[in-house]
């Protein structure tokens, strides 16, 4: 967005601190011979030199598009006798992360991973979503088919960044005005380099990466279009880091579901009168599964219980100090008084 940077720093400094953060972290010279006889010569990693952009051209959204990471490596296959398949490529697992949405006194909302922030894992797959375990399959992996009589020598790279729409009005509020007010984002992965033999499952970590991206935008709703947002620090991503001992991969980073499949969105008001329309499926006549109107809350219609392979339809209406909460993988509905709030779950 035209003006921004200059709310931050001035734009001397940013170059300057952004080209010394901006070298390229490698590991080269002397190559390293892993079993099996494969050799990488090369692991370069970087993110890009350059601040978050922030686009306010929509009326609806407000966009952002983080600088990429990227890394590459220089691989060698040494010959394979027998007829087996051979895979190298990239596997990237988050391990931490928090996304916040902040809409002043309105309330907020969040993207969360339930299990990896209970605890329950150490981290899940950033995979595609089709190429489990590996991030992708174009330039992010190699495909080596034997036997082969001499050396593969290839190079494969990937790149990554974050580049999401937040709408500026409450989400599932009927409202079209704008109150976000802050956007705060920071999401921290392992990036493998990996080796595996599909006919025996034999998998060798040759090269190990940690990265983070930080966030932090500041909202001012009450401003024209165009000059409502500014980026806070840091300006600058810290370079990733390319450590000199493997990690090994957590089990839950090579199976679904991928982060874009398992995060949960949560959103929080507080006193506002909302209108949810909500369609149940074929749910068994268990009480635990009906739909159940706590005291106080009004419904345009009458009480409805599930019943086997039945679909319908309820609207609510309330006011009071509300909690929803949407899962992307969502279809199942209930409802729970906690701590005076009202709590609706779709997951």
Same mark, same amino acid.
């Given at each position: 967005?035209?003006?921004? +940077?200059?709310?931050?720093?001035?734009?001397?400094?940013?170059? #300057?601190?952004?080209?010394?953060?901006?070298?390229?972290?490698?590991?080269?010279?002397?190559?390293?011979?892993?079993?099996?006889?494969?050799?990488?010569? %090369?692991?370069?990693?970087?993110?890009?030199? &350059?601040?978050?952009?922030?686009?306010?051209?929509?009326?609806?959204?407000?966009?952002?598009?983080?600088?990429?990471?990227?890394?590459?490596?220089?691989? &060698?296959?040494?010959?394979?006798?027998?007829?087996?398949?051979?895979?190298?490529?990239?596997?990237?697992?988050?391990?931490?992360?928090?996304?916040?949405?902040?809409?002043?006194?309105?309330?907020?909302?969040?993207?969360?991973?339930? %299990?990896?922030?209970?605890?329950?894992?150490?981290?899940?797959?950033?995979? %595609?979503? &089709?190429?489990?375990?590996?991030?992708?399959?174009?330039?992010?992996?190699?495909?080596?088919?034997?036997?082969?009589?001499?050396?593969? =020598?290839?190079?494969?790279?990937?790149?990554?960044?974050?580049?999401?729409?937040?709408?500026?009005?409450? @989400?599932?509020?009927?409202?079209?005005?704008?109150?976000?007010?802050?956007?705060?984002?920071?999401?921290?992965?392992?990036?493998? +380099?990996?080796?595996?033999?599909?006919?025996?499952?034999?998998?060798?970590?040759?090269?190990?990466?940690?990265?983070?991206?930080?966030?932090?935008?500041?909202?001012?709703?009450?401003? @024209?279009?165009?000059?409502?947002?500014?980026?806070?620090?840091?300006?600058?991503?810290?370079?990733?880091?390319?450590?000199?001992?493997?990690?090994?991969? @957590?089990?839950?980073?090579?199976? =679904?579901?991928?982060?874009?499949?398992?995060?949960?969105?949560?959103?929080?008001?507080?006193?506002?009168?909302?209108?949810?329309?909500?369609?149940?499926?074929?749910? #068994?006549? %268990?009480?635990?599964?009906?739909?159940?109107?706590?005291?106080?809350?009004?419904?345009?219609?009458?009480? =409805?219980?599930?019943?086997?392979?039945?679909?319908?339809?309820?609207?609510?209406?309330?006011?009071?100090?509300?909690?929803?909460? &949407?899962?992307?993988?969502?279809?199942?509905?209930?409802?729970?008084?906690?701590?005076?709030?009202?709590?609706?779950?779709?997951?």
């Amino acid at each position: 967005m035209p003006g921004f +940077l200059c709310d931050c720093w001035p734009s001397l400094e940013i170059r #300057a601190l952004l080209c010394a953060m901006g070298c390229i972290q490698s590991i080269g010279g002397k190559a390293r011979v892993f079993r099996e006889g494969i050799t990488v010569i %090369d692991v370069k990693a970087s993110i890009d030199p &350059v601040p978050t952009s922030i686009d306010e051209s929509s009326s609806v959204v407000l966009r952002y598009r983080t600088p990429h990471f990227r890394a590459s490596a220089q691989v &060698v296959m040494p010959p394979i006798p027998k007829k087996e398949t051979w895979i190298v490529g990239w596997i990237q697992a988050c391990s931490h992360m928090e996304f916040y949405n902040q809409y002043g006194e309105q309330g907020m909302s969040s993207w969360e991973l339930p %299990d990896l922030q209970e605890g329950k894992i150490q981290a899940i797959s950033d995979s %595609d979503g &089709v190429n489990y375990p590996w991030y992708g399959n174009t330039t992010e992996t190699c495909t080596i088919v034997g036997p082969t009589k001499r050396d593969s =020598k290839f190079i494969i790279s990937m790149n990554d960044n974050f580049y999401p729409s937040v709408t500026w009005a409450v @989400p599932v509020s009927e409202s079209n005005v704008a109150k976000l007010t802050n956007i705060y984002r920071d999401q921290s992965f392992t990036t493998w +380099l990996v080796a595996t033999n599909t006919s025996t499952n034999d998998m060798i970590i040759l090269q190990t990466l940690h990265w983070r991206m930080q966030l932090s935008i500041e909202v001012n709703p009450n401003r @024209p279009l165009g000059q409502r947002a500014r980026l806070r620090e840091p300006i600058a991503q810290d370079q990733p880091k390319i450590l000199s001992k493997n990690e090994p991969i @957590p089990p839950s980073a090579l199976v =679904k579901p991928n982060a874009n499949d398992a995060q949960r969105r949560e959103v929080r008001e507080k006193s506002i009168t909302l209108e949810i329309t909500v369609s149940r499926i074929k749910s #068994a006549p %268990d009480p635990k599964h009906q739909l159940w109107n706590p005291e106080g809350i009004k419904r345009n219609k009458k009480q =409805k219980t599930c019943t086997p392979n039945v679909y319908h339809t309820e609207t609510y209406m309330w006011q009071t100090e509300t909690e929803h909460t &949407v899962s992307r993988q969502t279809l199942k509905v209930c409802e729970a008084t906690v701590a005076g709030q009202l709590k609706r779950t779709i997951s």
